[in-house]
Protein backbone atom coordinates (compact mmCIF):
# COMPACT_ATOMS: atom_id res chain seq x y z
CA UNK A 1 0.00 0.00 0.00
CA UNK A 2 1.12 3.43 -0.18
CA UNK A 3 0.62 6.21 1.73
CA UNK A 4 0.15 10.03 0.92
CA UNK A 5 -0.97 13.48 2.00
CA UNK A 6 -3.97 15.21 1.01
CA UNK A 7 -3.26 18.43 -1.30
CA UNK A 8 -6.30 19.69 -2.78
CA UNK A 9 -9.66 19.29 -1.54
CA UNK A 10 -12.82 19.86 -3.17
CA UNK A 11 -15.56 18.83 -0.94
CA UNK A 12 -18.43 20.08 -2.60
CA UNK A 13 -17.65 17.16 -5.03
CA UNK A 14 -16.36 14.55 -2.05
CA UNK A 15 -13.13 14.26 -3.99
CA UNK A 16 -9.67 15.49 -3.32
CA UNK A 17 -6.40 14.39 -5.03
CA UNK A 18 -3.02 12.83 -2.94
CA UNK A 19 0.57 13.81 -2.98
CA UNK A 20 1.57 9.77 -2.54
CA UNK A 21 4.93 9.61 -0.67
CA UNK A 22 6.87 8.03 -3.11
CA UNK A 23 6.80 11.06 -5.55
CA UNK A 24 4.76 10.88 -8.93
CA UNK A 25 1.85 12.11 -10.25
CA UNK A 26 -0.99 12.97 -8.25
CA UNK A 27 -3.99 10.48 -7.36
CA UNK A 28 -7.50 11.00 -7.53
CA UNK A 29 -9.10 10.23 -4.41
CA UNK A 30 -13.01 9.66 -3.69
CA UNK A 31 -14.74 10.02 -0.47
CA UNK A 32 -16.81 7.04 -1.14
CA UNK A 33 -12.80 5.01 -1.02
CA UNK A 34 -12.60 5.30 2.64
CA UNK A 35 -12.74 1.89 3.91
CA UNK A 36 -15.27 3.41 6.36
CA UNK A 37 -17.01 5.72 4.47
CA UNK A 38 -19.97 7.84 6.36
CA UNK A 39 -22.28 10.16 4.12
CA UNK A 40 -21.18 14.03 4.80
CA UNK A 41 -17.36 12.97 5.59
CA UNK A 42 -15.24 15.03 4.26
CA UNK A 43 -11.47 15.07 3.16
CA UNK A 44 -9.06 17.99 5.09
CA UNK A 45 -5.87 19.23 3.06
CA UNK A 46 -2.70 17.72 4.78
CA UNK A 47 -4.50 14.56 6.11
CA UNK A 48 -2.29 11.52 5.95
CA UNK A 49 -3.50 8.81 3.94
CA UNK A 50 -2.50 4.97 3.37
CA UNK A 51 -4.32 3.75 -0.22
CA UNK A 52 -4.04 1.41 -3.23
CA UNK A 53 -3.61 3.00 -6.19
CA UNK A 54 -5.14 1.62 -9.67
CA UNK A 55 -6.14 2.52 -13.24
CA UNK A 56 -9.64 5.03 -12.98
CA UNK A 57 -12.18 3.06 -14.57
CA UNK A 58 -13.65 6.35 -15.55
CA UNK A 59 -10.66 7.73 -17.10
CA UNK A 60 -8.63 5.88 -18.27
CA UNK A 61 -4.64 6.25 -18.31
CA UNK A 62 -5.16 8.31 -14.60
CA UNK A 63 -4.69 6.65 -10.99
CA UNK A 64 -7.22 6.62 -8.71
CA UNK A 65 -6.56 5.31 -4.69
CA UNK A 66 -8.81 2.95 -3.76
CA UNK A 67 -9.17 1.04 -0.04
CA UNK A 68 -8.07 4.46 1.24
CA UNK A 69 -7.50 4.44 5.27
CA UNK A 70 -6.74 7.83 7.77
CA UNK A 71 -3.83 7.34 9.14
CA UNK A 72 -4.07 11.26 10.94
CA UNK A 73 -5.26 14.27 10.70
CA UNK A 74 -8.85 14.18 12.66
CA UNK A 75 -8.86 17.18 14.41
CA UNK A 76 -10.63 16.26 18.03
CA UNK A 77 -10.40 17.29 21.88
CA UNK A 78 -10.05 14.78 24.81
CA UNK A 79 -13.73 15.41 25.20
CA UNK A 80 -14.43 13.25 22.28
CA UNK A 81 -15.59 16.97 20.21
CA UNK A 82 -14.06 18.34 16.72
CA UNK A 83 -11.65 21.13 17.44
CA UNK A 84 -11.29 24.38 16.00
CA UNK A 85 -9.75 23.92 13.06
CA UNK A 86 -8.26 26.38 10.78
CA UNK A 87 -6.02 26.98 7.78
CA UNK A 88 -4.33 23.57 6.35
CA UNK A 89 -6.02 21.57 9.38
CA UNK A 90 -5.50 17.89 8.15
CA UNK A 91 -8.40 15.26 8.70
CA UNK A 92 -11.72 14.57 8.46
CA UNK A 93 -14.71 16.57 9.36
CA UNK A 94 -18.06 15.82 9.99
CA UNK A 95 -21.09 17.02 8.75
CA UNK A 96 -23.05 19.58 10.46
CA UNK A 97 -25.60 16.83 11.29
CA UNK A 98 -23.78 15.79 14.06
CA UNK A 99 -21.23 13.07 13.02
CA UNK A 100 -18.31 14.07 15.07
CA UNK A 101 -18.66 11.44 17.60
CA UNK A 102 -18.75 8.89 15.18
CA UNK A 103 -15.58 9.83 13.23
CA UNK A 104 -13.55 10.72 16.21
CA UNK A 105 -14.75 7.49 17.39
CA UNK A 106 -13.30 5.62 14.43
CA UNK A 107 -10.54 7.73 13.60
CA UNK A 108 -9.83 9.83 17.04
CA UNK A 109 -6.75 9.65 19.10
Known sequence: MTTGTVHKVFPDRGYCFVSPDGGGGHVFCHVRSLRDYRPGTQFREGARLRFEVQEST????????????ILDGVAGSAAGELAPVSGKAAGVAASPRGRAEEILGRYGE
Open 58 to 69: RSPGKLEAVNVE
